[in-house]
C-alpha cells in the first residue's frame, strides 16, 4: 500500500465557510457557530420565559448555515412558521478556555449582524417533548450573516439600536445595551462549556419582535456602526 495515499480524504472534504470582512478581501473562516437564548428580556416575556430567573443557555449551528453577501435564503421544509431573529454575532480572533470576564473583549476579532433562523413551529414541539432544538435551529441555510467589521474599526459594540425590518416594516427594534447577559459575560461562559477558538461565531440573542416569514419576504436587519444584512426569502 502507498503510504503517501493513507492522508487522503475518502470524499472531498467540504471547504471552510467564510464570511467576509468589511473593507477588505480577506474572509473570516467559521469554525463553530453559538448561540445564546432569551437575551434580552423583553423577548424571553413573549417566548413565555421569565428573564429574572434564568442564567444564559447556548444552543448551536453548523458552520454550513451561514448564508453570506445578501444571497437568497431557501424557505426551509417542515415548517408552516419560520421565525426571523435578528442578533449581534461576535466573531472571534482568539480563542481560550475558562476566559475571565475581564479579558474576554480581548478575544473579539469584531462583529456583525445575523438573522437566527428559526423553525418555531418545530422549536415548540421540541420544548413540549423534552427534545433538542436541532431540527428548529440548525437547518440549511439558518444563519444569513452580513460582513463583519473588526473591531479595529468599529470598536465594542455594547450599545446602539438593533432592528430588523420585514418589506419595509419595522418588525424589531431594541438596543443592544439592553442584552441581559453582556459580551464579556457571554465568552466567559462559553469558555468553561467548550474550549472556544478562533473562528467561532456567537449569535447573541434576539430583542423582542420576532414573528413569521414567507417566500418573497425582503429582509433587512440592522445594528447602529455595522453594516445591515439584506436577504429575500424564496422557494
Ligand atoms: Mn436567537
Sequence with gaps: MDASKTSQFVVIPPPTVGVPIQGSESLFPVRRIFCVGRNYAE????MGANPDREPPFFFTKPADAIVTGGKDVLYPGATNNL??????????????????????????????????LTRRDLQAEAKKAGRPWDTAKG?????PIAAISPVSVCGHINSGKISLSVNGALRQSGDV??????????????????????????????????????????VVAAIAGLTPLEHTLVC
Excluded at 437547518?139 to 444563519?143: K, P, V, Y
Excluded at 477558538?197 to 416569514?213: E, M, N, R
Design 43 to 46: 423577548h424571553a416575556r413573549e
Design 83 to 116: 421565525h426571523h431573529e435578528v442578533e449581534l454575532v461576535i466573531a472571534l480572533g482568539e480563542g481560550g478556555s475558562a476566559i475571565p470576564k475581564e479579558d474576554a473583549l480581548h478575544h473579539v476579532y469584531g462583529y456583525a449582524v445575523g438573522n437566527d
Design 139 to 143: 437547518f440549511d441555510q439558518s444563519a
Design 177 to 218: 445595551r439592553d442584552m441581559i447577559w453582556s459580551t464579556e459575560e457571554i465568552i466567559s461562559c462559553l469558555s468553561i462549556l467548550f474550549a472556544l477558538q478562533a473562528g467561532d461565531l456567537i449569535f447573541s440573542g434576539t430583542p423582542a419582535g420576532v414573528g413569521p416569514l414567507v417566500p418573497g419576504d425582503q
